[in-house]
């Protein structure tokens, strides 16, 4: 790892941190107020804000992972630092889309 | 000669990559060494083994080796502190390829030393005053903290990201970097920040801290990699490391 992929994956471990716990209450008090999948749909359907909550922490996963698998691959596999760069990153582009193809699914 | 007080079941490594531990009976005595036990071995029952010391009282670093499944300086690591059962297991440093049964090749381990620019920059010339340095400055403080290594390679074969990543420079040549970084007459860092910045660098250490567990002289490689993790991600942000 190098300097610059080392301030990015504090970085986005840093916006991760709030948003998971944010996550965890969000969980906690729609399973408490009974909620139903059409009740918290109707909520977040054209929400800005819950399409920009859900959609950085997507974005800060994407990139925290791929830095990371790029380190496990480096140390425990037997590819060099751009071999294992090229497979980490298809890896986080591929979380990428999945995630953000679940945040369309509730937010649009 | 000190009396001798029973016997000790010692087995070292012989040969190189392929080997394989032999086992010897060497007499225990009071206040012995894992390295007077090495040297009974060479000199009174296999004239073939290959080992390697100099001071014998901790200053040179060059007789380290693995004593029961730790890195130790054998000088100075008494054998009633690390035989239990009067057993004894020693073999090369890990981490670095064997030449022959004790003697390791530390090439890697100084080549790193000079990938991470550990090496004094001059600032000034012969004909400039010497420069005055206040011993409770943070930086002298710093580097003091770091600054008695003696190259032993304890740290080297103790740590795991060594193992796992052969392009990481290895506690010692960062902790050396570090004492130069905190040192003002050194006109190098520049180059060191890149250096030490770079993949394989104090970005991959994981702080594990086995370095800081097993150096012989104290000192805690893990805060001065820290340290440089602090000056890099500045010097980054400040744009300073390109180039």
């Known amino acids: 790892m190098n300097v610059g992929r080392y301030i990015w994956q504090r970085a986005t471990a840093a916006i991760m941190l709030p948003l998971v716990l944010l996550h965890v209450a969000v969980i906690f008090y729609a399973t408490r107020q009974g909620m139903t999948a059409a009740d918290i749909l109707a909520r977040t359907r054209g929400s800005i804000v819950w399409a920009?909550?859900?959609?950085?922490?997507?974005?800060?996963?994407?990139?925290?992972?791929s830095i990371?698998?790029?380190?496990?691959?480096?140390?425990?596999?037997?590819?060099?630092?751009?071999?294992a760069g090229v497979?980490?990153?298809a890896f986080g582009l591929v979380l990428l889309a999945l995630g953000l193809r679940a945040v369309a699914a509730v937010v649009l | 000669m000190a009396e001798t007080r029973?016997?000790?079941?010692?087995a070292i490594w012989r040969g190189a990559g392929e080997g394989r531990y032999q086992s010897y009976r060497v007499p225990l005595r009071e206040s012995q060494t894992v390295l007077d036990v090495v040297t009974f071995v060479q000199r009174h029952l296999d004239p073939t083994l290959s080992y390697r010391f100099a001071c014998r009282v901790g200053v040179c670093g060059s007789c380290a080796m693995t004593v029961n499944g730790r890195p130790r300086w054998t000088c100075r690591t008494h054998v009633a502190s690390v035989a239990a059962g009067g057993r004894l297991e020693i073999g090369p440093l890990a981490n670095l390829p064997v030449i022959k049964d004790l003697a390791t090749d530390m090439r890697a381990f100084f080549e790193k030393w000079q990938q991470a620019r550990g090496v004094?920059?001059?600032?000034?010339?012969?004909?400039?005053?010497?420069?005055?340095?206040?011993?409770?400055?943070?930086?002298?403080m710093a580097a003091d903290a770091a600054i008695e290594c003696i190259n032993c390679?304890?740290?080297?074969?103790?740590?795991?990201?060594?193992?796992?990543?052969?392009?990481?420079?290895?506690?010692?040549?960062?902790n050396r970097a570090w004492s130069l970084v905190n040192d003002q007459r050194d006109a190098g860092n520049a180059a060191r920040l890149r250096a030490v910045a770079?993949?394989?660098g104090c970005h991959a250490c994981h702080s594990h801290q086995s370095c800081q567990e097993h150096c012989p002289q104290a000192l805690n490689p893990t805060a001065s990699i820290a340290g440089l993790k602090r000056r890099t991600t500045v010097a980054y942000l400040k744009g300073e490391l390109k180039g």
Do not use: M
């Not at chain 1, 920009?52 to 994407?62: C, K, Q, T």
């Not at chain 1, 990371?68 to 071999?83: C, I």
């Not at chain 2, 390679?153 to 960062?174: E, F, I, S």
């Open chain 2, 153 to 174: 390679g304890v740290c080297h074969a103790a740590c795991d990201t060594v193992r796992w990543n052969a392009d990481y420079l290895g506690p010692a040549a960062l």
């Open chain 2, 198 to 200: 770079a993949s394989g």
């Open chain 1, 87 to 89: 497979l980490a990153n």
């Open chain 1, 68 to 83: 990371g698998v790029r380190n496990v691959l480096t140390e425990w596999s037997p590819l060099k630092d751009r071999g």
């Open chain 2, 6 to 10: 029973g016997e000790l079941n010692v």
């Open chain 1, 52 to 65: 920009s909550v859900y959609g950085a922490f997507v974005v800060a996963a994407a990139v925290h992972v």
């Open chain 2, 120 to 140: 004094f920059a001059p600032s000034k010339t012969r004909h400039d005053a010497i420069e005055q340095i206040r011993p409770d400055s943070a930086a002298r």
